[in-house]
């Protein structure tokens, strides 16, 4: 432990080079008796007495004081004073003194004695040598010569500059040792790096205040060396003064060798174990070595291991990527193929129907041609007609005139002959006044005689037989039966029939002899009479039965039938003859006439739509058109693979239909195609609806068929019809790909015409974002992005007619149009300013209606609507037939209706919306278009 030296007076130079001095070791021993301690629980502070003791040197100072030893009967204490001259006057201060304590009525008898040092003498280490058996004291080390040190401080000892200061030097520790005599060996165990391990011991030992201490071996040549240095340093301490002056010392404990440390033989011994750890140590340091070189080897291995497993793992990595990049490649070479293949084969399409155009066009233009050198041609030859027609007028003229003047004789002769027969029947109705008194006189005699007879009968019955007394006398009635007599009676009766009879049909000859001229036109209106008793039922046959009966006077009366009694008295019923008055024309022609002929041409509808469905599936316009010219019978019949007398009759009924044209060459009949046929009929026109006459000849036609059932159960006719389920509809109109695809081409078609018509019905500018709900192909779609640049248009639908859309209808490339697959009653709708309902709402019902015009107006963006395509009814439902006829399609084939604008517009009000209003196109489809407002 190295303590402040204050006062360096004392101290003798070691050496000079390193600062090192020896100072005098200072130190005093101090007892302090204690009394008898007799109250209990009461002690004597040894700090107190410590600090008494220090108080009682003043102003001498120890610089160190500790207890040594502590008794019940003493305390002693060790301390330490600077200098030597200090002790005597501070062993003055204490030895023999007092200590009274506070509380202790004893006083602590103080006793004070400088201290020994222990440090060996001449003596000591003279007769260690005499009496040691094991030592050669003419060998160095075996004899007093080597001194023994401990707790030398390491870096006082260091070489100055040194890079390592803790480290004691053997050249300082010989530099400061030869003052007293010549070093022949040094030792510092610390310094051999096998020393620990042969000692088995540590030697980086600390002293208290923080420097590393070594212990060392001084050996001298001389003996006179030895015991200068032995002596100099008896009772000393070492001291270091630093450049500032400032000095600290140590205490070092020095003692001579008695273990023959620097002796040959332990030199030796040391030098050969060192020998044998460094030969250890080598093999030590070459295992380790080996092992290291192993290890190292080892993870070289493993390192090389690892690298190939990466570089594996990235060529595989880089196999998987070439592959994937190769696929990448492939696909996109493919696609960029088929997208190329697409583009060729859409611009050799293109192209076909550019050349068919122009073929048509000047076709066309040639056809032009002809008919204008043939108006040419024609209107010569009309007027030379028309000479000859005004030639043949006036010869016409005079023969009319002369007929004329010839009628009128015949007339004049037809009216004196009138007159003569209306003299005739004057006369007739006089002779038959004459006959109807002659009649009223024989209906009074018959009475008289009635009566006469009557009277007789009864005189000879009361004749017979005698009258009870009080009985009455029965009149009789003309009911009554007669007994007796009948025959006469009936005899009579018959008679007066016959003259009735008679008179009858005198009567009807001179009214059909007034009425002659309209003889025969009343035979229509007899039969008609007789359909109109037909229908009046009992009543009818009983005019019938007493018609009959009057006519022919043979039958008997019904004397039960009141009826028959008074029809026997007007036999013949003006009404009908009023009728028959009614049911004539002025110019005497049956209005009859008329009504069939209507229904005739209705029923050769069915037969019109089928001989055009049967010409356009056969390809008749198609073989016309590719051919460019007139085509003969023979040819068509050929080219379309049909018999020749089916194709004639074919070519005759399109020609009256006018969908052909005929032109004579050399007599041969040869055909050509009207232009709507050509435009409409043939499969390659773009204004083609052919799709549509396919799908009505083949899927609509079956269904109608069953008009009379739908009427009937007011619903559509699809199980019958195909035999499949129309709970969903559209499942069973899509019941498979071929039968949707024809579907898509029948919607498809109509846009052609009158797409533009509709989506310009409104200014739909405003509207960018626009959704075509059931867009089907897309056909409206494409209409609107042509007629709107800004927009963009989503078609929403079913899976499956997105998918068959975008295979057949809508190219890659029309980037504003895009697809959205889902139920639009079930999946939510994509957000839009505008919503297309082309042709939606007519297949629902009202109440599926407003549920899916519902969920349109929870999509859309609030200022954006919704336009309605639709066939519009008048108001009054009166009409368009069209429109009618479409109405009952949708009655045979769906779940709705066609509706009025007032109907569409509560349906768009029942869901929110406002601003409805509604514009006709004057073709088939209308728009109807409905608002959401801002604030919703
Ligand atoms: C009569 S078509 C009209 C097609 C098109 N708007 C037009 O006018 O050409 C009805 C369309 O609605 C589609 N559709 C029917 N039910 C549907 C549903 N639940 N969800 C989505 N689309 C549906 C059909 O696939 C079809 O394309």
């Known amino acids: 432990m190295t303590t402040i030296v204050h006062d360096t007076s004392e101290a003798v130079c070691l050496s000079a080079e390193f600062n090192l001095y020896l100072k005098p070791i200072a130190k005093v021993t101090v007892s302090v008796a204690l009394p008898q301690l007799k109250l209990p629980g009461k002690s004597i502070s040894n700090w107190e007495v410590m600090e008494r003791i220090k108080a009682m040197v003043a102003p001498e100072q120890f610089s160190a004081l500790r207890i040594s030893k502590s008794t019940m009967d003493f305390i002693r204490f060790e301390g330490e004073v600077e200098n030597k001259t200090v002790v005597k006057s501070l062993l003055g201060r204490l030895d023999g003194k007092s200590i009274k304590l506070s509380g202790f009525t004893d006083v602590l008898k103080v006793r004070a004695v400088e201290n020994k040092v222990d440090f060996p003498t001449r003596h000591d280490w003279d007769s260690f040598f005499r009496d040691a058996k094991d030592m050669n004291e003419t060998l160095p080390g075996e004899r007093p010569d080597t001194i023994h040190l401990e707790g030398l401080p390491c870096r006082w000892f260091s070489q100055k500059n040194s890079p390592f200061p803790d480290r004691p030097s053997e050249k300082v520790l010989i530099a400061v040792f030869e003052t007293f005599g010549k070093v022949r060996n040094v030792d510092i165990p ?65 003692t001579f060798d008695t273990s023959k440390h620097l002796s040959e033989l332990a030199l030796k011994r040391r030098t050969l174990e060192r020998m044998k750890l460094q030969e250890l140590e080598r093999q030590r340091e070459e295992q380790k070595r080996q092992a290291k070189e192993e290890e190292e080897r080892r993870k070289e291995m493993e390192r090389k291991q690892k690298e190939q497993e990466e570089e594996e793992k990235e060529r595989k990595k880089e196999e998987r990527l070439r592959r994937r990049e190769l696929k990448l490649r492939e696909k996109e070479q493919r696609k960029t193929l088929k997208k190329v293949r697409r583009q060729q084969e859409w611009e050799q399409k293109k192209l076909q129907m550019k050349i068919a155009m122009e ?33 043949k007028e006036r010869a016409e003229r005079k023969e009319q005139e002369r007929q004329e003047q010839a009628r009128q004789k015949e007339e004049l002769a037809r009216l004196q002959q009138l007159e003569a027969c209306r003299r005739k029947q004057e006369e007739e109705l006089r002779r038959v006044e004459v006959e109807k008194d002659r009649s009223l006189e024989l209906q009074r005699r018959e009475k008289e005689l009635r009566e006469r007879l009557l009277c007789n009968l009864m005189k000879k019955s009361n004749d017979g037989s005698t009258k009870p007394p009080g009985t009455q006398e029965k009149v009789p009635t003309k009911e009554a039966s007669i007994p007796g007599g009948t025959d006469e009676m009936l005899e009579v009766l018959g008679r007066l029939n016959g003259v009735k009879a008679a008179e009858s049909k005198e009567k009807r000859v001179s009214k059909s002899g007034a009425q002659a001229h309209a003889s025969g036109k009343n035979r229509a209106m007899e039969e008609r009479r007789g359909v109109e008793e037909r229908k009046t039922g009992r009543e009818g046959r009983r005019e019938e039965a007493a018609r009959i009966y009057c006519h022919d006077g043979i039958q008997k009366p019904d004397p039960t039938n009141q009826s028959s009694t008074i029809i026997l008295q007007s036999p013949v019923k003006p009404v009908a003859m009023d009728e028959c008055r009614e049911m004539t024309t002025p110019e005497g022609t049956p209005a009859a006439d008329a009504y069939p002929r209507k229904i005739l041409e209705y029923m050769e509808g069915f037969l019109i739509s089928k001989t055009m469905f049967t010409s356009c599936e056969l390809g008749v316009y198609d073989v016309l058109l590719g051919a460019g010219r007139p085509l003969s019978a023979e040819e068509i019949s050929q080219a379309i693979g049909a018999s020749l ?29 009207t232009d709507q046929a050509s435009v ?114 989503t078609i929403f639908d079913l899976p499956k007619v997105v998918r068959m859309s975008r295979e057949h209808f809508v190219s890659e490339a029309d980037l504003r149009i895009s697809f959205h697959q889902g139920d639009f009653f079930k999946d939510p709708l994509p957000e839009a300013d505008l919503y297309i309902l082309a042709r939606i709402l007519h297949d629902w019902t009202d ?30 439902g009166s009409g368009p037939l069209t429109v009618q006829l479409y109405s009952l399609n949708m009655l045979v084939q769906t779940e709705g209706r066609e509706r009025t604008a007032p109907q569409y517009s509560a349906l768009l009000a029942a869901a929110g919306f406002t601003n409805i209003q509604h514009r006709l196109t004057g073709k088939i489809y209308d728009a109807v278009l409905g608002h959401k407002e801002v604030r919703d």
């Open 190 to 254: 610390m310094l051999d790096p096998y020393r620990e391990e042969m000692l088995d011991k540590n030697f980086n030992t600390f002293s208290f205040g923080g420097h590393l201490n070594f212990e060392a071996y001084v050996q001298y040549q001389e003996y006179c060396g030895f015991t200068k240095a032995m002596d100099t340093m008896r009772g000393m301490k070492l001291m270091l003064k630093g450049e500032d002056g400032k000095a600290v010392a140590c205490n070092i404990k020095v």
């Open 847 to 876: 109440e599926r209606c407003i549920e899916l015009l519902g969920r349109v107006y929870e999509a859309c963006n609030p200022g954006g609507g919704v336009l309605l395509v639709e066939a519009l009814l008048h108001d009054d």
């Open 359 to 391: 073929e048509r066009r000047l076709l066309l233009a040639q056809r032009n041609l002809e008919s204008i050198r043939l108006i040419a041609e024609l209107l010569a030859r009309a007027k030379a007609l028309k000479q000859q027609q005004q030639e």
């Open 645 to 673: 007398d089916g194709t004639e009759r074919l070519l005759a009924a399109c020609t009256g239909l006018q969908l052909l044209n005929t032109h004579k060459d050399d007599g041969r009949v040869l055909y050509s195609n």
């Open 680 to 793: 409409y009929l043939t499969r390659s026109s773009p204004l083609s609806l052919f799709q549509s006459i396919q799908y009505n000849s083949r899927t609509i036609y079956f269904c109608w068929h069953h008009l009379t059932d739908a009427v009937r159960e007011g619903r559509n006719q699809y199980e019958r019809a195909f035999g499949v389920s129309s709970k969903d509809l559209f499942e069973a109109l899509y019941r498979c790909d071929e039968e949707m695809v024809k579907f898509m081409q029948l919607m498809n078609s109509i846009w052609n015409i009158c797409g533009k018509d509709v989506v310009r019905a409104f200014d739909l500018s405003p509207f960018k974002a626009i959704c075509d709900l059931g867009g089907c192909s897309g056909a409206l779609a494409k209409q609107c992005t042509s007629s709107y640049p800004e927009c963009t248009v």
